[in-house]
């Protein structure tokens, strides 16, 4: 590429493999990586440590005024911190996991950390940027490079969440998988794409498959976009 930065959008639901796959292509592509869905979960993180009522306006105005958060960009090394603490464990644990909806559905949220991630975009220095969440394609960066809707069965989901840990699992895991879906899906339409948007079903890959269909789709989207410039 020459001079711009490319912007590669990727959307989809919980356990579509979108969080590992972007960053592998960031590994691979010597690009940035932007969690966006990393950046609520410490939002939430904030919210609970600090009792806030996600449904009163000026509880929530409170917390974004004050919200002081960074991000390791770097896909080897991802962090995230929240003041001085560290969160990168904190926001995984099933309680934020559980309450993180309740977060980010809330209007005056979304506005916070939209505005903060285009900051962190355009700030981007390599020669491209990952930015995966639920939105990516269609609010937080519509003018991507390339636009990637990444989605899997819900059986898919549950057997790579659940791992080895049998059917009982499997099928708890995808009722939580369901039911967060549900809860986010009101607020940002990740389930469908939207008008030029790339769907990749990844239900029948496994993991280096869906990196290098991934890969293959951003290479030739650079080049036929450098075709036409
Ligand atoms: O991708 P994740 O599970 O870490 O995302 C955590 C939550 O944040 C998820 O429940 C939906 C929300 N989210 C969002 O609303 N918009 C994004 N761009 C990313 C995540």
Redesign the pocket.
């Known amino acids: 590429m020459t001079g711009q930065t490319v912007v590669v959008a990727i959307?989809g639901p919980?356990g579509s493999g979108?969080?590992s796959v972007s960053r592998a292509i960031a590994r691979r592509r010597s690009y940035g990586y932007l969690?966006?869905?990393?950046?609520?979960?410490a939002m939430?993180w904030l919210g609970i440590s600090r009792g806030i009522n996600p449904d009163d306006p000026d509880q929530v105005e409170s917390l974004c005024a004050s919200f002081s958060y960074r991000q390791e960009t770097d896909p080897e090394h991802f962090r995230a911190w929240v003041a001085q603490t560290d969160v990168t464990a904190a926001?995984?644990t099933p309680e934020v996991?559980g309450r993180?909806?309740a977060?980010?559905?809330v209007p005056r949220v979304?506005a916070e950390?939209?505005a903060r991630?285009r900051a962190l975009i355009a700030a981007e220095t390599r020669d491209g940027i990952v930015v995966?969440?639920?939105?990516?394609t269609t609010?937080?960066a519509p003018d991507a490079t390339v636009r990637v809707l990444l989605t899997a069965s819900p059986e898919a989901r549950a057997r790579r969440r659940a791992g080895q840990r049998g059917d009982a699992e499997v099928a708890r895991v995808a009722a939580a998988l369901a039911a967060?879906d549900a809860?986010?899906s009101s607020?940002?339409s990740?389930l469908t794409a939207a008008p030029g948007v790339t769907v990749l079903d990844t239900s029948d890959l496994n993991f280096e498959q869906s990196v290098t269909a991934l890969d293959a789709l951003i290479e030739q989207t650079i080049r036929s976009t450098e075709e036409i410039a």
């Open positions: 959307d919980a979108k969080s969690d966006t869905g990393a950046a609520y979960r939430a926001i995984r996991s993180v909806s977060y980010s559905a979304r950390l939209i991630f995966e969440g639920r939105d990516i609010v937080v967060r809860k986010d607020v940002t990740f």
